[in-house]
């Protein structure tokens, strides 16, 4: 029988989806290889830009597979990794109420995040030749700790937070800004919003936004309700 005219068998192995979480553990591993010289600017952006446009877990591999495996394989479900790490407000690390973490991209456009929204407990951000703006001065928090994770390479992102929360960052910039102005809220149960990350050629900037308080939002909430 001629093999070229044989029926060729289903793969056993069916493509596995990517999840949001795989995808930032990705990110992660290249952003430590870049911090450490494994990578340089360039080929550290187009991986990372191939992980976030990765539809399956067999496009994630192949990026990380020269590198240290310092992170947990793809594969394996972001629950099963924070399982026991829970920080107490109902939620496992990077998860939201639905078990998955937000993720805001841009590559050569913009995302913005504003108005009133309910914010979970980790964001991610990655700017490509982009803008993004996540303005938590209107947002509801589901828990106290809240943190974001930016990414800004040739791009810019920029987190602005109500004046009465605390705001605490830890990043890097590599021919470029990472700054975070810190707060310390008056009161011990405000929200505590993280900021992490680093830019390459770009800038990761978290600020107060002035006139901008929790309480403001939470008094005009009673008000509402009480005049209906």
Request: glycine share 8%; proline share 6%; charged share 25%.
């Amino acid at each position: 029988m001629d093999l070229e005219k044989q029926p060729q068998e289903p793969s056993a192995t069916p493509a596995i989806r990517a999840s949001d979480a795989d995808r930032d553990r990705i990110a992660d591993i290249l952003r430590e290889a870049l911090a450490e010289g494994r990578l340089d600017t360039e080929e550290h952006a187009e991986r990372v830009d191939a992980a976030y446009r990765a539809k399956t877990v067999a496009e994630l591999e192949p990026l990380v597979r020269d590198l240290p495996a310092t992170r947990q394989a793809p594969g394996v479900p972001a629950a099963a990794q924070a399982h026991g790490q829970g920080h107490g407000y109902g939620y496992g690390p990077g998860e939201t109420a639905d078990g998955r973490a937000e993720s805001l991209v841009a590559v050569f456009s913009s995302n913005t995040r504003r108005g009133r929204w309910r914010i979970g407990p980790r964001t991610t951000a990655f700017s490509l030749f982009g803008n993004i703006e996540i303005d938590l001065t209107e947002a509801t928090f589901s828990q106290r700790l809240t943190t974001i994770n930016a990414t800004s390479v040739f791009g810019n992102v920029e987190v602005r937070v109500p004046e009465n929360i605390s705001l605490r960052g830890n990043g890097t910039g590599v021919f470029g800004n990472f700054e975070v102005v810190t707060l310390e809220a008056d009161d011990p149960e405000a929200p505590v919003v993280v900021v992490n990350g680093y830019s390459v050629f770009g800038n990761v900037e978290a600020r107060p936004k002035r006139g901008k308080r929790i309480a403001d939002l939470l008094h005009d909430k009673l008000r509402k309700h009480l005049e209906h």
